[in-house]
C-alpha cells in the first residue's frame, strides 16, 4: 500500500497570505499513464471537491489561484492568495495503483 | 452534469450487514468507474473499493472479505454491502465517480452516515 504523509498537519495563515501544502508518497506515484495525484478541498458538512488530478492539472471551475507541482514523490499544492472561501481541509490522493487508492490524512488550512 | 446520491439506513446493528444505493443521474454506470469512500466522523478518508465495466470490482484489501460492490444497470444504481460491521466501521459514506484510464473521483455524492450501534 502507498502511504500519503501530508505536512503541516494545521497551517495557520491570513487571508491574502500564500498557502504551501506537502504531500510525499512512499513510493512512486508516476507512472507511465499519469503523475496520478489529486488534491482536494473539504468544508465541514460537505464531501471532498477535486482541486487538481494528474498533480498540476486544475479540475473544472478550480480557480487559478491554485496550483499543483510535484512528481514522483514529493508533490505541492500552493494557493496563491488566500481568500475567506479556502480555509478548509485539503488532502492529497494517489490514483497509481488499481487495487488502492490511498488519501493523506490531511492538512487543516485555518484562519490565522 | 453527474449527481449521486447515497440511500440507505443510518443505523446498523454490530456483526449485521450495512447496506447502501447509489443512484447516478446524469451519467451511467455502465461506462466509468463508480467508487464508494468513507470518512469517520472527524477522520480521513478510506477508499473501500469501485465498480467498474458494468460488473468488475476492486476492493480495498483491508477490507476484501467483508466487502462486496455491485450494479444494476436498469435502474443506474450501484451498491454496497459491508458485513460484520462493528463500531469502527461508523462513517460517513460517499459514492463517486472517475473517469477510466488513470483518473481520480470527480463528482460525488453528499454522503450519508451510517452509525454502529446496538
Known amino acids: 500500500e502507498i502511504v500519503l504523509t501530508q505536512s503541516p498537519g494545521t497551517l495557520s495563515l491570513s487571508p491574502g497570505e500564500r498557502a504551501t501544502l506537502s504531500c510525499r508518497a512512499s513510493?512512486?506515484?508516476?507512472?507511465?499513464?499519469?503523475?496520478?495525484l489529486a488534491w482536494y478541498q473539504q468544508k465541514p458538512g460537505q464531501a471532498p471537491r477535486l482541486l487538481i488530478y494528474?498533480?498540476?492539472s486544475r479540475a473544472t471551475g478550480i480557480p487559478d489561484r491554485f496550483s499543483g507541482s510535484g512528481s514522483g514523490t514529493d508533490f505541492t499544492l500552493t494557493v496563491s492568495r488566500l481568500e475567506p472561501e479556502d480555509f478548509a481541509v485539503y488532502y492529497c490522493?494517489?490514483?497509481?495503483?488499481?487495487?488502492?487508492?490511498?488519501f493523506g490524512q490531511g492538512t487543516n488550512l485555518e484562519i490565522k | 452534469q453527474v449527481q449521486l446520491q447515497e440511500s440507505g439506513p443510518g443505523l446498523v446493528k454490530p456483526s449485521e450487514t450495512l447496506s447502501l444505493t447509489c443512484t447516478v443521474s446524469g451519467g451511467s454506470i455502465s461506462s466509468d468507474y463508480w467508487n464508494w469512500i468513507r470518512q469517520p466522523p472527524g477522520k480521513g478518508l478510506e477508499w473501500i473499493g469501485y465498480l467498474y465495466h458494468s460488473g468488475s470490482t476492486d476492493y480495498n484489501p483491508s477490507l476484501e472479505g467483508r466487502v462486496t460492490i455491485s450494479g444494476d444497470t436498469s435502474k443506474n444504481q450501484f451498491s454496497l454491502r459491508l458485513s460484520s460491521v462493528t463500531a469502527a466501521d461508523t462513517a460517513v459514506y460517499y459514492c463517486?465517480?472517475?473517469?477510466?484510464?488513470?483518473?481520480?473521483?470527480?463528482?460525488w455524492g453528499q454522503g450519508i452516515l451510517v452509525t454502529v450501534s446496538s
Open positions: 494528474g498533480a498540476s
Open positions: 490522493q494517489q490514483y497509481a495503483t488499481p487495487k488502492g487508492y490511498t
Open positions: 463517486a465517480r472517475a473517469l477510466p484510464n488513470w483518473n481520480p473521483p470527480d463528482y
Open positions: 513510493q512512486s506515484v508516476s507512472t507511465s499513464y499519469c503523475n496520478c
